[in-house]
């Protein structure tokens, strides 16, 4: 009589064992590809508007089902001092807004996909829900972007639009205040992910 209970039990356990090592098999993990990937803010200022680039970012990318687009994590950061106008003073002003000292990093953490719709094979349109994390200060957030994957790679490009104030920062002023930094930004993001 025990043996006969052990023994559904035991194939039970043995059976979603293997569903969790297929799961975990099966999930794609992915790197972001610094060299290849842009992300821009944009934003306008009293005299003109202007362009941070980011030269050092990265993130990870892990997606549990492929056919779905089922993502389990998504990570993204970005130095902060690596944002460049081509102004030296500009991004002084900039690393003194975002208090660069205490906070070296801008970080991105997803939540959960609030929707994700198939374009095609191998293209969605999604919706994401995440923590984002500038100058220590946290806020939920939405970033709607296309995915697109291409071999062993996964493109991630969209934008989102936001006040400089939502996250504590005082828009930068240049020149005595004559010149002064709009608070309105947006960031534009073409990021490559790849397979390791």
């Known amino acids: 009589m025990k043996h006969s209970f052990k ?61 779905e687009l089922e993502i389990s994590s998504l990570n993204f950061s970005i130095e902060a001092e690596s944002l460049k106008s081509g102004k030296s003073s500009m991004d002084n002003n900039t690393y003194k807004a975002l208090n660069t000292d205490d906070h070296k990093t801008m970080d991105f953490s997803l939540t959960s996909l609030k929707k994700v719709t198939k374009l095609s094979d191998q293209s969605f349109e999604v919706s994401a829900l995440g923590k984002m994390t500038i100058s220590g200060v946290t806020k939920s957030i939405t970033i709607d972007m296309n995915v697109k994957l291409e071999g062993n790679k996964l493109l991630l490009n969209g934008e989102k639009s936001f006040k400089m104030t939502d996250f504590g920062i005082d828009p930068p002023k240049a020149l005595l205040g004559t010149i002064k930094t709009g608070d309105d930004i947006k960031i534009e993001f073409k990021s490559v992910f790849e397979q390791k």
């Open 7 to 67: 023994l559904p039990v035991f194939f039970l356990t043995v059976f979603f064992s293997s569903l969790f090592s297929f799961q975990v098999a099966f999930s794609q993990n992915y790197t972001l590809n610094n060299s290849s990937s842009v992300l821009e803010v944009h934003g306008t200022s009293s005299l003109h508007d202007w362009t941070l680039e980011t030269e050092k970012q990265s993130g990870k990318v892990v997606i549990t089902n492929m056919e």
